[in-house]
């Protein structure tokens, strides 16, 4: 089967930094994708890595090792509009087909 | 800032009615997907569609459901007898693709199916 677990909620204070782990098991890996949704919300783009290493867009960072299937998602300085639930995805197949995990919820206090 | 985007935002209907959900892909992308999320529940995967044809689709992706691009810019998902347990959160996505950051899906609001 295809998998993907990551843990399903998260606490942090404002200001903090906090890493969302994912780990994967898919029949086919072309790259690993973080998404942000707020209730309701769509699901927002904010990372994607197909290699292994560090990808840095601002306040935001995702990691990759393709070896471990294992990934995380750095989110730094943070502000109380990133409380949301975070998933990653897997690009698995040829067709771009996305399979995501259950998400984290990331509740940030003051 | 180009967007996917999708109309209705809610759609209420009757158990056994015909529904069609609509959505503009980003112009200049090529790859086009459905997504439904159920309340509560993570995003899955229904199909995908590349040069006017399904490319792939998921075991939720039954005879019930179809995909059309009827013209250069619609990209639609008709149920054509819904039941209760299609009520769910629908999700268009597009990509440029293949390769890289192409490869990145961009979602548009979402349309609220409610089956009654």
């Known amino acids: 089967g295809q998998s993907l677990e990551q843990p399903s909620e998260v606490t942090a204070v404002e200001g903090a930094i906090v890493q969302i782990n994912c780990t994967y098991q898919t029949s086919g890996f072309y790259g690993l994708s973080w998404y942000q949704q707020h209730d309701g919300g769509a699901p927002t783009f904010l990372s994607y890595?197909?290699?292994?290493g560090l990808e840095e867009t601002g306040r935001f960072s995702s990691f990759l090792s393709r070896s471990d299937s294992y990934g995380y998602l750095l989110l730094q300085e943070l502000q109380m509009k990133d409380s949301a639930s975070y998933f990653c995805a897997v690009r698995s197949g040829g067709y771009n087909k996305l399979i995501f995990g259950a998400g984290t919820r990331l509740a940030v206090h003051p | 800032e180009p967007e996917v985007t999708q109309t209705p935002s809610h759609q209420v209907t009757q158990m056994g009615q015909e529904v069609i959900l609509r959505c503009v892909p980003i112009s200049n992308h090529l790859y086009f997907y459905w997504y439904r999320q159920i309340l509560g529940q993570k995003v899955e995967f229904l199909v995908s569609f590349y040069n006017n044809e399904i490319s792939e689709k998921s075991e939720i992706f039954d005879d019930q459901f179809s995909v059309e691009r009827p013209d250069g810019s619609n990209f639609t998902l008709k149920i054509r007898s819904t039941k209760l347990e299609d009520s769910a959160m629908y999700f268009c996505?597009?990509?440029?693709?293949?390769?890289?950051?192409?490869?990145?899906?961009?979602f548009g609001a979402g349309t609220r199916l409610s089956v009654l």
């Open positions: 890595n197909a290699l292994d």
């Open positions: 996505a597009s990509s440029e693709g293949p390769g890289g950051d192409s490869d990145i899906q961009y």
